[in-house]
């Protein structure tokens, strides 16, 4: 990409090239459209277009171009083209292309009906790394790998999965955490029971090898870090999205729009979301600190994306508590706007995000 050329003067021109190759591509994919000769490639693109526009805070066009793509892709029938080819190149390309317009959409909060429900069976995940390096794995880790005939999909599956759920999530988000009116949100028929009934589905599902208690990061290096990024990036990630889709779930201002009118409120419940709140904060904040300690690089702002979302909640509770627990929730916000802006030198989505959360009101 250009923000990463080593030529001086395309880093120094970034904005300026990065928006013109766009357009050409644009040019071209729309060109290919028209004319239709829509190919794999097409719809290769139309995901990096739109993903690029998200990042560059345009996301009117970001979401036109996914749009596009996906109804591309159901025409297709890209999903039972991917399913039939077994094994080589063609096969795997076909499945990244289906899962990069199901996780782009899903990411940005998009519905993929028309394309994942198509048909019966979605196409095999895209391959990656299947466990982390065996220096990070945990005595339990390394007794669940040694287990004859496991196999364990990789680690973008398990990010794939839970992007489901984060879909969900700002689907709830959207709806300001509400269900019908009379509807309380510890209801089995609320958003919100329904959003954390899918998450806890899920955690039956995802691959044992991939969960924290078989991983030890803290015995890692830099180094480790970095020749291993293929599999921690998206580790990362995925730790991420699940601690934020829980302190969305939970965020106070939420909580308290759906309190809203109703009498007789579950203290149980208040109990449950601000120990889940207090809990999935600081685990947030400790990977950002162990990110922060290794030199781990992040320039992706659905990273950012989730740090903005703990900053809100430790602002908002900052202004509940006094002393030392009120200067620990400022500090906490502080370094979450840090992590953002630090992204934010790459995309503009960041710097727009990181501006919103200093201005007052």
Known sequence: MIRYSDDIWMRCNAVRESARYSQAAHQLVMNRITEGRVELSTLQALCLLSLTEFYNADQVKSRIH??????LASCANLKNSAENFTGGVDAEERSRCYWSIILLRRLLGESTTSLDTQYRRSPSYPESPCMPPMAAVSPEGQ????????????????????????????????????????VVPWSPDSKYSATLRKLMDLGQKLPPLHRYRCIKPSSLTANDLEEARDYWAPWFLSRFLYHTIICLLNHPFLI????????????????QTTFSITHHTSWFLHFIAFLEARQFRITDPFFGYCAAVVATIQVQQSFWEEGRLGQKKRDNYNRCLKFIQKIGQEWELMNRMADKLQTPG
């Open 256 to 271: 308290t729009m759906q309190m809203q009118g109703i009498q007789g409120v579950s203290e149980v419940f208040l109990q």
């Open 66 to 71: 996914s749009s596009l793509a996906i109804t």
């Open 143 to 182: 007794r669940i790998a040694s287990r004859s005939g496991l196999k364990s999909e990789g680690i973008v599956a398990t990010v794939i999965k839970l992007s489901e759920v984060w879909s969900a999530t700002q689907d709830y988000v959207r709806a300001r955490g509400s269900s019908e009116p009379a």
